[in-house]
């Protein structure tokens, strides 16, 4: 593979793809002006954040559909790659088009053994393993330390330990750095998944990173939405569920609308989300500062009014898209059908069953728009870590 036959293209932060030279990408991906943008690109660009040290290369060349492993990185052939994704988002949930269209390498079978024991040797750390081994049944517990033996004596021959004392002895054995690559080829022997819960492992650890972040900025106020909040959000919208987990190309609607987030829903059709601030008020109040009420009943802020109303603004304007091909194509969405929109505003904590019931109230009385707080959002981060904890 000659890198000399494809042209460079660079995006933001230094990411770069590689395209082939003798292959017509422009009558492809139908572009009337010059651009980077086509289908699916920054799920392949998120794919580059995260693997830094991998080059991808995009071709038209039928012979290497669906894509090859190169020591650069992967040539992929762009075609199989538009309509693997088109395929699964009509065909399954936007939770496993959301999967496999950021893993580029998809099936183990492009990934040999000695890469993935490279991986383990590089990544793994004690604290890694004895995580792993700490979850272990006590039959594989004991298999392994019984193999380990041979590495280090525990203090009573005849009998294999179990639990903390157990977790102790491998403790003692990693810190041996000289049995190294035998430790890790006895892991891999008894525990070949070992790879994948190190990578769950530090995905859990690096979203309980995100989770304390997010905690902490709750309560600083010149942290701004344009400069702090959409972009936090945007990298970690794990959080918002995995309904919104696949981020649209462009939130422009059209030249005097533009969202904060177009995402795709599990469906395939488009979603909204607003982004304001954690410290605005989220119900109306007076000049004493008590809540301003209407016949007994909360009402809502004028910055929740306002945020209301240009929610409805932007699904009037996406449903306007309905028969535009050419944005759907710029969108790489389908058919706008009934889009919802999510606002995020202000703060609950300390709420009493008074605000409560308000805000129960006002959500049933919207349609296609859903009001959380940031302290929503929060608890439902914390939520869809435990899971992901408990099924890895």
Same mark, same amino acid.
């Given at each position: 593979?000659? @890198? ?7 995006? @933001? ?23 980077? @943008? ?100 006590? &039959? ?59 990578? $769950?492992?530090?995905?859990? &650890? ?35 569920? !995995? ?55 909360? &009402?809502?802020?004028?910055?929740? @009014? ?54 129960? !109230? ?18 439902? $981060? ?11």
């Amino acid at each position: 593979m000659n @890198k000399e036959n494809f042209d460079k293209i660079f995006y @933001k932060d230094g990411a770069c793809l590689f395209f082939d030279k003798s292959s017509d990408f422009k009558t492809l991906f139908n572009h009337k002006l010059r651009t980077r @943008k086509f289908p699916y690109y920054k799920n392949i660009l998120q794919f580059l954040e995260e693997n830094k040290e991998i080059s991808l290369f995009f071709t038209r060349d039928e012979a290497t559909k669906p894509f090859q492993k190169i020591d650069e990185g992967f040539i992929i052939n762009i075609d199989a790659y538009l309509d693997f994704c088109t395929t699964i988002s009509t065909r399954t949930s936007g939770r496993l088009k959301a999967f496999l269209g950021q893993n580029i390498s998809l099936k183990n079978a492009t990934i040999s053994d000695a890469e993935k024991d490279d991986f383990i040797k590089t990544n793994a750390t004690g604290k890694n393993i004895l995580d792993a081994f700490a979850k272990f049944d006590l &039959q594989t517990q004991q298999e392994i330390l019984t193999n380990l033996k041979s590495l280090y004596e525990p203090a009573d021959a005849n009998s294999v330990p179990r639990g903390a004392k157990a977790i102790e002895i491998v403790r003692q054995v990693l810190s041996s750095k000289g049995d190294k690559d035998e430790i890790f080829g006895l892991f891999k022997e008894h525990y070949p998944k070992l790879d994948q819960k190190i990578l $769950a492992y530090k995905l859990v &650890q690096a979203r309980k990173t995100a989770l304390a972040e997010f905690k902490m900025s709750l309560s600083d106020p010149a942290k701004k939405e344009r400069d702090y909040w959409y972009p936090f959000l945007e990298k970690n919208r794990w959080m918002f569920g !995995l309904s919104y987990f696949v981020l649209l190309d462009d939130s422009r609607i059209d030249l005097q609308n533009t969202a904060d987030y177009l995402f795709e829903s599990e469906d395939g059709f488009i979603d909204i989300i607003e982004i304001k601030h954690p410290h605005v008020d989220f119900w109306q109040k007076d000049s004493s500062g008590s809540y301003s009420k209407y016949r007994d009943f909360l &009402q809502p802020s004028n910055e929740l @009014k306002g945020a209301i109303t240009q929610s409805i603004n932007y699904i009037f304007q996406v449903e306007k898209k309905f028969n535009d091909s050419d944005w759907q194509r710029e969108h790489s969405c389908q058919t706008p059908v009934k889009p919802t929109c999510m606002i995020i505003l202000g703060r609950s904590d300390g709420w009493a069953l008074e605000e409560k019931t308000s805000f129960r !109230l006002l959500n049933d009385s919207l349609h296609g728009i859903e009001i959380i707080t940031f302290d929503h959002l929060y608890k439902r $981060a914390e939520k869809i870590l435990s899971t992901l904890e408990n099924e890895s």
